[in-house]
């Protein structure tokens, strides 16, 4: 293997290199200096991002371990504008005097856990995909207990580290299974001997158990929750957005390409787990009262629509899928980034807190009015596009009772996304939160967020591209 | 190939494992039993991988190989989870599941 052919992991060489470099900053800067390394990251990884929009050839490395495409390359640029955005929304956090020790691991840590997700999505072997999980579960849970002073930021990260074990426990089991029924953990040789036998199906459901674990979708919902209260924001928004996004992708790929000849089987469990994560991540949402806690059963409720795109295991499903979660990143990430400034400035987090923020920060309401509207479907917005893409593609194939289900759905969410907006807007505070002026990077962060929710809506050229890079069983 | 011992006793083990691992973890009340009942689970894993490759596949190694990684990967996973115990143990003076926790459901 001559050595040009490692360019095709250009994503994965060039996060390895920014890790290691943060790394090396942090031993040679001054203590006073730390701040610098966020400017350095921030730029670092700009250029990251840039650079991973150029073209690149595709093809395979390691024996067909490591497999590169396009589409492959376009899931993890999603994924890299994301984890941009988080960045930008997190300098201020650690700029804060409790944090100063420690801004450069909260990087190397987040982008390790990034190299992690790239090698998962292109893994062509259940090895690389594995050891791509665990890299990007296993930092997660040590930024999840990041704040060592705060009782539930440990709370958050044993829970986070010992589900996320247990799921890749019963996953590993089920690959055993598969393995030991099919001989192979090539994806291609597993998909041309795979049969469908009651083992393999056992198999399979160990698998489906395990990824469901890590996308939050109900019953193995329970852990997001506390996890999502418990971490500080950007940790909270980088796991509701980038982490779910990232197993939305390989889980989308995996089903497609190993397990389409099953698909009578799966669509049955994603019917029923979707109706189901839907409806209990809406209900719930319904009576929090944290906003962390209120955006964690609202990306629950975001992973049942999700589930929709997969039933159909067509190709605009799968595109549908990957645009819902570039939409899904630009809006959550405005509506946490809009909860990490304020919290940042006042340490407020409840519903109450945010009653007539309209009058002290309107410009702080609007965002999170525009990411609401998106997070719930409003039609000039992304979200709806997003949704729209969706339902079309489960009613391709016929599931209308399913798309009814999502759709009454989408209301219920309508009335506890706007409770927040009229919160914002309408109700009087005699303590409202105070006005505030945030620094360049959160602005930036959210102006693109903005920027983000409207033009992925508009730009019809940018759906077309992800349809032709996606495809069906 | 080893004479006497069927597979079938060898995944027959690892199912118990494998359960007794999912039990322990549900039941069990110290973290770091909890932490061990996951490493049953891994290791029921690796019992069954390697004995489907020993069994059925012996000419190519890719399970003894994933069993390899698997407890390269729980021993990292081990390490940061008991990082986090420590933390727990310094915050709430208890590694009991029951005491340690402060946010409701």
Redesign the interface.
Known sequence: MSPEKFVIMRHELLLTAAALMVLIVEVFSHPDKKGKVITLSAICFGLITVLGLLPSPEGELFGGMYITNAGRLMMKNILNIGVLLVFLQSADWLRRDENSEKISEYFVLMISTLIGMNFMISSGH??MF??GL?LAT??I??LA?YD?HR??S??A??KL??IS??SS??L??G???I??TT???YFGEIATVFRGSNLQLLGFIFFFTGMAFKISIVPFH?WT??VY??SPINITAYLSVISKGAAVFIFIIVLFTVFPVIVAAWQKVIYVTSILTMTIGNLFAIRQQNLKRFLAFSSISQAGYILLGFIGGNQLGMASVIYYILVYIFSNLGAFGVVLAISNASGKENVDDYNGLYHTNPKLSLIMMLALFSLAGIPPVAGYFGKFFLFTAAAEKGYYTLVIIAVLNTIISLYYYLLIVKAMFLLKSDNPIEKFKSTWYTRFALGLCVAGIIVTGFASGLFELIRNLSFGI | MITGIPIHYFLILATLMFFAGVYGFLTRRNLITVLMSVELILNAVNINFMAFNRYLYPHKMEGMFFSLFVIAVAASEAAVAIAIIINIYRRFSTINVEDAHEMKY
């Open positions: 259940f090895l594995y050891i665990e296993i930092p849970a040590a207990a060592r009782n539930i440990a709370e990260g044993i580290i010992l074990a247990l426990g019963i590993l089991y690959l055993s299974l393995y030991g001989g192979s953990l329970l929750a506390d209260e418990g």
